[in-house]
């Protein structure tokens, strides 16, 4: 299994049943394919759908154009599923009705700051609804690789301009679980492949280790 799907797979495991959930682009949606069959996840994307499936691709269907997710890409809708304009997508973010969003960073501090859209002097298409989904959504993980060419991408203090302030609960990366509170931050998973001393020479933050510390499951 590689990297990302492990993280992916560790990352279904949050969502419960009956659940509306936001999920970015790359590992975040990666997760959508692991959701247990045993419970329903109603999949939200911001451009308007409830209930969005796979890429038909991937389900050997033909492709609809007119069925996308938020950055175009085909995507197939399940039964019950529906679809409204941005006007009532975005108020459904931003009424606090989305159990769960699902992002990457480029950054994440120990104080739960996210900066994730863009890297100073580089060219970007904007922030999208990263901002509306980070702030309006009633929990937000962040799932993501540990570092990013052997640097710390969990850091004392994001140094790239901030997405959303103190609004990152959960961290998963393939070293690791991290919980968020206002108490600081909290190792509470680790992987099989590392020990507790590889993650902190990996991880520029600050953070204490769970008494309750247990081994990652996907």
């Known amino acids: 299994m590689d990297i ?26 990666m997760s959508t394919r692991f959701i247990s069959p045993d419970i ?22 033909p492709i609809d154009p007119d069925i996308t997710d ?7 809708i399940l039964p019950g599923g529906s679809f409204f304009d941005s006007l009532l997508s975005f108020a459904l973010i931003r009424g606090g009705h989305l159990d769960t969003t699902v992002l990457g960073a480029l950054q994440v501090d120990e ?3 996210l900066a994730n859209w863009i890297i100073p002097g580089k060219l970007v298409p904007g922030i999208g609804g990263a901002m509306d989904l980070a702030v309006g959504s009633n929990r937000v993980i962040v799932a993501m690789e ?10 004392k203090q994001c140094t790239l301009p901030l ?7 959960l961290i998963i990366t393939e070293m690791g679980v ?7 931050m909290t190792l509470t998973e680790i992987s099989s492949e590392v020990t507790v001393k590889d ?15 247990k081994i990652m499951e996907v």
């Open 40 to 61: 329903t996840v109603h999949v939200h994307s911001e451009n308007g759908i409830i209930r969005m499936g796979e890429s038909p691709e991937l389900l050997g269907l």
């Open 111 to 113: 104080e739960g700051n």
């Open 199 to 213: 993650i902190q020479e990996c991880t520029e933050a600050n953070f204490s280790v769970s008494p309750n510390l």
């Open 178 to 184: 991290f919980e968020i509170t206002s108490e600081g």
């Open 163 to 169: 997405t959303a302030r103190k609004k990152v609960n």
């Open 70 to 76: 938020a950055g175009g890409n085909p995507k197939t």
């Open 146 to 155: 540990h570092t990013a060419k052997g640097n710390p991408k969990i850091l």
């Open 4 to 29: 990302r799907e492990f993280i992916a797979r560790r990352v279904a495991k949050e969502f419960k049943d009956g659940d509306v959930i936001n999920v970015g682009i790359g590992i975040p949606l």
